[in-house]
Nanobody, 124 residues
């Protein structure tokens, strides 16, 4: 089992940047594929980005390609989401998620463990 804690959310102006972090407990972090999802009020949780357990493969939603970058540091048990050129539509609660093994899901139902979320607010 793994516990996930997100941080780094906050208020940013449109066009600005934020870096989210997700710290994982346990000694097997490198065995987990990791994903970032977001949920805005009144909307379903949507996929943002995902990364394989080695970090060698990454996946992005079309809406964030070229602006967001997912990365991981297995020595620090942490996955990151660098968000640049933020837009009002990016405002949401951002969640990280983990799934053991090689498969890297882009659907929320594919993940076994979730963090509590961190709020990102974008002012225009």
């Amino acid at each position: 089992q793994v516990q996930l804690v997100e941080s780094g959310g906050g208020l940013v102006q449109a066009g600005g940047s934020l870096r989210l972090s997700c710290a994982a407990s346990g000694r097997t972090f490198s065995s987990y594929a990791m994903g970032w999802f977001r949920q805005a009020p009144g909307k379903e949780r949507e996929f943002v980005a995902a990364i394989s357990k080695s970090g060698g493969s990454t996946y992005y939603a079309d809406s964030v390609k070229g602006r967001f970058t997912i990365s991981r540091d297995n020595a620090r048990n942490t996955v990151y989401l660098q968000m640049n050129s933020l837009k009002a539509d990016d405002a949401a609660v951002y969640y990280c998620a983990a799934r053991p093994g090689l498969v890297v899901p882009t659907a929320a139902r594919g993940y076994d463990y979730w963090g509590q979320g961190t709020q990102v607010t974008v002012s225009s």
